[in-house]
């Protein structure tokens, strides 16, 4: 424990101001001091999620239950608020609009639930285990990670850090169904530890895909809106965390680039264009293709340490929440023009 704070407070400055991280279009710097003010007002463990609102305040999800949700300006890294949910195990977060309001839907991998709250921590609904589907002998081998939406208000909680399965609720929060863990054959299953997080891409209404990042398993997955498979992507040398469309573009942060084999292992961030293929890498050298296929990448051991979440501003900026990051839970790259 002692040698992986070490680590974390050596790779706090790490990046200067002046190094250009990425490639191509996408290339960045990171900005110094950014939010720090602001974050030692607070308690933070780890930083899991964050999220642009409609009126384009930063909301930064961590699992300290003292203050779960820590709102800030994104422009000056003021702190604005900050609110608790009383969720040790908060993991996941997706802001959600629902007709004229925006909510959270945040995942609890301790408590084995997921919740919904407006933006002030109003609880709305809870979502507790699925136990009348016989997957789990316990709900405490239910440990959800990340939910995804539907425009209809349908939305899917992945079952990340449990039992990997899928699970399909209806806007009223009923149980509709389930697929991914060890159901169906092939491809269809996801395997330990897989679906960490993802998106829905509705970017062709006849084909709205469900696409999900495989953490450990190095891949990305797509399936259809019913949950049947479409295709993979091999993402070697990367541990997918989560998926965020950006305009014709996906940002997919990696936690690390050995992990879980070595859980010190730092990670970095890609940029893959709607065919999945990376455009840029921040933290790490360039992507390499030979006749198509993408070699194991690396992290530059230098720029992030846990990328863990990741949302973009209208300027192309982005801020990163880190996990296991003591000296850095949140940063903000700024996007060269």
């Known amino acids: 424990m002692i040698r ?14 002046e190094d250009i991280l990425g490639q191509g279009e996408f290339r960045y710097r990171v900005v110094p001091d950014w939010g720090r003010e602001a974050l030692a007002q607070v308690n933070v463990k780890n930083g ?17 239950a ?37 909510v959270l839907f ?3 991998t301790q408590l084995h639930e997921v919740r919904k709250l407006t933006l002030d921590g109003e609880e709305l609904a809870h979502y507790a285990w699925p136990e009348s589907t016989k997957l789990h002998a316990s709900a405490n081998e239910y440990r959800p990670s ?9 939305f899917l909680v992945f079952d990340g850090y449990g039992k990997d399965y899928i699970f399909r609720y209806k ?9 991914g863990g060890n159901l169906g054959e092939g491809e269809n299953q996801l395997k330990h530890w897989g679906p960490h997080g993802g998106g829905l891409d509705v970017s062709d209404s006849a084909k709205t895909r469900i696409i999900i990042a495989m953490s450990d398993q190095q891949e990305i997955k797509r399936f259809s809106a019913d949950g049947r498979f479409i295709d993979k992507i091999a993402m070697p040398g990367g541990n997918p965390r989560d998926i965020v469309f950006w305009g014709e573009h996906v ?3 990696h936690l690390g680039d050995q992990w879980p084999k070595d859980k010190n292992s730092p990670g970095f961030i890609s940029i893959v264009d709607r065919e999945y293929r990376i455009v840029s890498n921040i933290g790490a050298p360039a992507a390499v293709y030979v006749d198509g296929v993408l070699q194991p990448m690396q992290s530059d051991r230098k720029t992030f340490i846990h990328p863990h979440g ?28």
């Open 4 to 17: 992986f704070a070490i680590f974390c407070l050596l790779a706090a400055g790490f990046s200067h101001a």
């Open 171 to 179: 806007p009223d929060g009923s149980l509709l169904r389930w697929w």
């Open 310 to 337: 990741v949302a973009v501003d209208a300027e192309g900026n982005l801020y990163v929440a880190q996990f296991a990051s003591l000296a850095a839970p949140l940063l903000k790259l700024e996007r060269i023009k």
């Open 146 to 154: 990340k939910t995804v939406h539907f425009p209809s208000g349908e």
């Open 48 to 64: 899991h999620a964050v999220s642009i609102d409609a009126k384009g305040r930063l909301l930064f999800l961590t699992d300290d």
């Open 251 to 253: 940002i997919v942060p």
């Open 66 to 102: 003292r203050n779960n949700v820590i709102v800030l300006d994104p422009k000056t890294g003021a702190l604005i608020k900050h609110w608790t949910a009383r969720m040790p195990g908060a993991h996941g977060m997706s802001l959600v609009r629902e007709g004229e309001r925006e």
């Open 106 to 108: 945040i995942t609890d």
